[in-house]
């Protein structure tokens, strides 16, 4: 399997140019919602489309259902529930 550098590849939605940020995603469920903040992505500059690395997608969804989860245990309803990785 090729290995590719998704830096160097620019946006499939409009050919811009994608830049290395730091992005914040939030997601909803049963009306909890959960929020990702300080998670690497790459984010086109022309149209706003979000990149990540290769299975690093994934790696998201998974932790957003993990808190979901954790949310709905605590009773955490109404509130949010926000998870930050930081690096020390
Ligand atoms: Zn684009």
Known sequence: MRKIDI??????????RLERK?????????????????IAALVCNECG???FQPGGADKV???ANS????AVIE??????LTAQICRV
């Open 61 to 63: 969804a998974e932790a």
């Open 49 to 51: 489309e979000i990149y």
């Open 75 to 80: 009773k955490q309803h109404k509130r949010s």
């Open 7 to 16: 830096s160097k590849e620019p946006c499939s939605e409009c050919g811009g």
């Open 22 to 38: 730091y992005i914040t995603q939030e997601y909803e469920r049963e009306g909890v919602k959960v929020k990702l903040s300080g």
């Open 67 to 70: 808190l979901l989860r954790l």
